[in-house]
């Protein structure tokens, strides 16, 4: 089966830098994605990453770690509009699905 | 621009009520998903589409249906719903192409359902 731990809840202050972690376990692990959603609002993509090392877009930044089991997503520059919950989800392979954590709900504050 | 498109984006039903949520993309994406979430908790996978072949979750109420007569529509059942039934339903797609970027999801902006 397939387990995500995220943590629950993240405050941070506006212009500042924020790491949120994810850490699964899955079978056949095929690329961890990271997804924005506001509330009352649809997922949207942010980042995929299937090999070690780190994915930078703009003031998104993503990490992934295989052998750990984990990744973190790094938002720079912090803007209130980043105020969100953001999803970590896992591909597995032979699978046509990904498994959704319960996601980190962001609260940026001035 | 390319798209998935839910209508309606509120419904209210009766308990009981049979009622049909809709999705259409014009990705042309062979996948096609249906989540439901509830507040504060991870989208839930109901059921998904690879082209016809249908795929149920194992823990989806025979309660909810789906129909996908054509590459770019695909419909939500609830036969019955229960108050424990409201909450965001949200369709999306995924190209089904090998290699993991395949698997990336576009949602549509969600159907919230009421039962009163």
């Known amino acids: 089966g397939q387990n995500i731990d995220q943590p629950t809840e993240m405050t941070a202050t506006e212009g500042a830098i924020v790491q949120i972690n994810c850490t699964y376990q899955?079978?056949?692990?095929?690329?961890l994605f990271w997804y924005q959603q506001h509330a009352g609002e649809a997922p949207t993509f942010l980042s995929y990453n299937v090999l070690d090392g780190l994915e930078e877009k703009g003031r998104f930044s993503s990490f992934l770690s295989r052998s750990k089991g984990y990744s973190y997503l790094l938002l720079k520059e912090l803007q209130m509009k980043d105020s969100a919950s953001y999803l970590c989800a896992v591909g597995q392979t032979g699978a046509n699905n990904l498994f959704f954590g319960t996601g980190t709900r962001l609260t940026v504050i001035p | 621009d390319a798209m998935v498109i839910q209508n309606p984006r509120y419904q209210v039903t009766q308990f009981g009520k049979p009622v049909t949520l809709s999705c259409s993309q014009t990705?042309?994406?062979?996948?096609m998903y249906w989540y439901q979430q509830k507040s504060s908790q991870a989208p839930k996978l109901l059921f998904h589409y690879y082209d016809k072949d249908f795929n149920n979750e194992a823990d989806t109420p025979d309660n909810f249906q789906s129909r996908r007569p054509n590459t770019s529509f695909c419909f939500l059942d609830i036969r019955s719903p229960g108050l424990g039934d409201a909450a965001m339903y949200l369709c999306?797609?995924?190209?089904?192409?090998?290699?993991?970027?395949?698997?990336?999801?576009?949602f549509g902006p969600g159907t919230r359902l009421t039962v009163t």
């Open positions: 999306a797609t995924s190209s089904g192409t090998s290699g993991g970027e395949g698997y990336e999801q576009y």
């Open positions: 899955t079978s056949g692990f095929n690329g």
């Open positions: 990705l042309n994406h062979n996948v």
